[in-house]
């Protein structure tokens, strides 16, 4: 038997994904400005995958593919601290602040919105960790779903 | 500025991002994914080799993350970054665990060919890899709370492996939860020493530490968490089960689990605890454990019939002559003994433990082997194993006479180092270190007698696959080495463990 919610679950949540979507990436972008950051934000984006699986029930088989995102996020996220031994400093060191490349802008002084595009690799960080949070919170959410009987996997 | 001082970011770092590829690799086929793990594994192994050679011959030195100069002064600025220390203690516990993480792994790519979730297993097996590195190479109090979670989670999800087993979920639930609750009580206690001087690195908090309450409360709860994690009697009660019902191949490397733990907790005694409590009043603390690990652990060893019950209490009691022997050691500190016989039983208790990681996991792999080839765990239902294969049982005799302290294997050396000098601080200590090894030889007889002794009753097919054979010569060199040249270890690795800890003979 297909899980299944009534069609005004569904419609309400398939609206809802997309700004619970936008709203977590803004927080995985903006984790160097405002509170928040990589696993906030992943976890918010995390939430929608929640949403969808209660209230559609049957997905397809997401196993391998978050899996992969998952473990290319960690991957990514070492060869960035690796990156400040390739520059000639430390590990972690955060070598791409104040370079004058992306997200290598001068930090302003005094009081001010926040200027996105500066952090050197904190952001890049923020980024691939928030890759990794949505993948994993996701894949465990599908997990339970899929071993407590919710959905029927459609190979 | 030179290469080799990121070495201990690169014994760190290199596991962990190896342990996340391997899934990846793992979606194209099974041999990429093993040869993607085995390159993440020798090429730490080589950065081990690497930062040994580093250590002595240019001496330690401390590595700061994220700073623009990995090897500068620690200023107010950097005070709270990450720092790995590399010194001759460093590397006693790094080779100790990269010698056992290699064997384990060779002999994982035989045991474990067919079953499932390999890519997993490898994973958590690199994780682990990285989280006992990090335990040991770390100075940053903070720093050490997230490698000790690291190692519990990862190795806590690799005694689950065989999750259809009833026997080993109930396993891993037990570790989980002891190591869970000991990581917070660690926290906590971190937090007592942060609160009282506001700083987390080891050297710092070993300058200011003047023996308040405080203090002790926090050496209290940080020696019983650490003592729990080298399953040091009585808080060894995980141990056993987490030995005998994890995956065989990777026994061992649960076992270097609790000696990373050890070589923390002798890091700390020395370099943090040493200003803030008596000597004598610690030292009789860690005797007093060791005494009763060495014991306990034996004689909960005789009434056990499977084969890894048996050994996994067998190195419970191994724990305790460290713990005895350091303790000796500490408990003479600023003595005019310390010169006569103190600094050999820290000698004596630091060679132990190399030779320990080392033995202790060629017999968890011979043992691994008898279970490969006839499935049988009982000794009782075991026998005749001789007859088809050979190796194996050598491999098991190299072990089984280096536990027992037989010479003129490599566990001799060690515990003749240990009786010599802890008899000099009393007698009774020496007479049940003897004792806990005569009964040790008994056990490891009986094993041998049960089951590779007696008429052939067809048990085994034959002699285990070559990779397991390999992984099992590999470790038996190691040991035949350490056997060979005792004076040599203790010289050029012990030595240089003891004089970066500040005691020195």
Partial sequence: ?155 | MNIATHLPSFILGIPLLFAFLTPIANKFSKEIRNAVFLTGLLLTGLFVGLMAYEVYTTGGWVYIFGAQDPVGELTTESLFRITFVADGFSTLATLTIIITAIGAAFYSLGYMKESPGMGKYYTLFLLTLAGVNGMVLTSDLFNLFVWFEVTSIASCALVAYHNERGKSVEAALKYMIISVVGGLLLLVSIGLFYGEYGVLNYALIGDSVHGSFIDLLAIGIIMVILAMKASSVPMHMWAPDAYAEAPEPITPFIAITSLGALFVLFRLIFFVFRGAVEPPALGTILIFLGVLSMFVGVSMALKQSDIKRLIAYLSVSQIGYMMMAVGVGFATLDTADYGSFGAMAIEGGFFHMINDGVYKALLFLSAAAVIYATKIRDLNKLGGLAHNMPYTTFFFIIGALSIAGIPPLSGFSSKLLIYESVYLYHPILAIIALVVSIITLALVAKVFFNAFLGPDQKMSKGEVPSSMLIAMGILTAVVILFSLFPHYVVSEIVVPAMESLGVGA
């Fill in chain 1, 1 to 155: 038997m297909k899980w299944k919610m009534s069609v005004i679950v569904r419609t309400v949540s398939d609206v809802m994904v997309v700004p619970i979507i936008v709203f977590g990436i803004y927080l995985i972008l903006h984790g160097h400005l405002t509170p928040g950051g990589g696993f906030q934000g992943g976890a918010v984006v995390a939430s929608a995958t929640a949403l969808l699986i209660v209230s559609n029930g049957a997905l397809k088989d997401y196993k391998g593919d978050f899996s992969t995102m998952e473990s290319a996020g960690l991957t990514f996220f070492f060869l960035l601290a690796f990156l400040g031994i390739v520059m000639g400093f430390a590990m972690f060191y955060n070598s791409l602040a104040g370079t004058g490349g992306i997200f290598g802008g001068t930090v302003m002084s005094g009081i001010n919105p926040g200027y996105i595009n500066t952090g050197g690799t904190v952001p890049l960080m923020n980024i691939v960790v928030g890759m990794e949070v949505i993948a994993a919170l996701s894949l465990i959410l599908w997990m339970m779903a899929k071993n407590s009987g919710m959905m029927e996997v459609e190979k």
